[in-house]
């Protein structure tokens, strides 16, 4: 045994509840949990045979928090165009002058890949010190080929040079590029015969997404992208059903997708779909807030057809400029009106659950990463209750220890 924490009280997030043990203590071996519970079950001599001992003092244990959907790689900033509107320039004009996501895949052009790495490293070490071990970043601000891969160099050396798993996903079908203005068919043959080949050469994405809407692309090549992307041995995923229903989300259950993301208007058949399928619905009222939406996304529709729910900052610099996750636990609740056991689930089991991340991560199991963070709180309740409050003492990633304030 390398590491006993003791006197800990623990939401596991195990057995469809929290997980509770009032108090526990969990034993780490070879970066994962060798052992966890109550500690009056632990022998006399598991202290001893422990390299490490850590007194929690009654600190609250939970799994490291996933968050599953985020594009935190990106060129430039658009804080000059939040100040625009908001002294009543319209988004026709903004867009006109090249705003919008136009001037990110702009900067996200232009700029180095040291660039964009350490304007993204700064985000990924913001995100750990509020309690996240796993993350996916998505590409797709470059829009072409050289761009995407340098993006997804960038997510690669995130992961390498952090503790935080990090998980990269394709994403060149988000947006047409302006080079392909009026041929948005041409653009999708090129993701789906140039792109994709290189992504699955490069080898660091693992799943590839996309944005089937009336602003993004349609249903017809959503699929051509799936198909292409299925052939070469990617998993899928997609924004779906955000601001209209494209029937988005029927199309990637019938591909298996490990998640579909947003769903503010997703139909009972593809709620269906979804659940016959086992795909997993993202929620991310970060973009529904700042965008003032008022269509919220079907939770009772996913309590009915039991659809696990995740819930993720989708931190881009657009529609969720939201760094704090303790935010999005808030607003999952008072927005979406999940309960706090929902939102801390959508933001451990079911966010592993939407990264195929299930057997390693999400809960206090033995035999998973030892991937865990110990806070100063009343309640599991209060990460969601106590917005943008994230009394973080302690993280551990694969049984070590990165953020300590004990
Ligand atoms: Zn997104």
Redesign the pocket.
């Known amino acids: 045994m390398d590491h006993l924490f003791m006197n800990c009280r623990m939401a596991a997030m195990t057995g469809n509840g929290y997980g509770l043990i009032d108090h526990a203590a969990l034993a780490v071996s070879n970066g994962r949990i060798q052992w966890l519970g109550p500690m009056d079950q632990l022998a006399d001599n598991d202290q001893s045979r422990a390299e490490q001992v850590t007194d929690c003092n009654g600190l609250w244990m939970l799994p490291g928090f996933v968050d599953c959907?985020t594009?935190l790689v990106w060129g430039g900033s658009r804080s000059d165009e939040f100040e625009m509107r908001l002294n009543g320039v319209s988004y026709e004009q903004i867009a006109k002058q090249g705003g919008g996501i136009a001037s990110t895949v702009k900067a996200t052009r232009g700029a180095s890949e040291d660039e964009l790495y350490n304007e993204a490293l700064k985000r990924v070490n913001w995100l750990m010190a509020q309690g996240i071990t796993t993350l996916e970043i998505k590409s797709g601000y470059g829009l072409d080929t050289a761009t995407e891969l340098k993006m997804l160099r960038v997510i690669d050396r995130l992961d390498k040079n952090t503790p935080v798993s990090i998980h990269a996903t394709f994403l060149g079908a988000h947006a047409l590029p302006p080079e392909f203005k009026g041929n948005s068919g041409g653009y999708i043959d090129q993701v789906c015969q140039e792109m994709l080949p290189a992504v699955r050469d490069q080898g660091i994405a693992t799943a590839v997404d996309g944005f089937c809407e009336t602003i993004g692309f349609t249903h017809d090549q959503t699929r051509q992208v799936f198909e292409a992307a299925s052939d070469l041995g990617f998993d899928v995923k997609l924004?779906a059903e955000q601001l209209s229903d494209s029937n988005g989300a029927s199309l990637a259950a019938s591909f298996n997708a490990l998640s579909c993301?947003h769903l503010e208007y997703l139909s009972r058949s593809g709620a269906e779909a979804m659940a016959e399928h086992d795909v997993t619905a993202v929620l991310l009222p970060g973009a529904f807030y700042c965008l003032k939406e008022t269509q919220k996304p079907p939770v009772s529709l996913f309590r009915e057809f039991k659809i696990p729910m995740a819930l993720s900052t989708?931190l881009?610099p657009g529609s969720s400029p939201i760094h704090s996750l303790s935010l999005i636990l808030n607003m999952g609740c008072t927005l979406f009106d999940m309960t706090p056991l929902e939102a801390i689930a959508g933001t451990t089991l079911n966010g592993a659950r939407a990264l195929g991340l299930a057997k390693t991560k999400g809960t206090l199991d033995v035999g998973k990463d030892a991937d865990f963070a110990l806070w100063d709180i009343q309640s599991p309740a209060d990460l969601c209750y106590l917005a943008g409050y994230a009394p973080l003492k302690l993280l551990c990633i694969g049984g070590k220890a990165h953020v300590n304030r004990l």
Do not use: A, R
């Open positions: 959907h594009h924004h993301d989708d881009n």
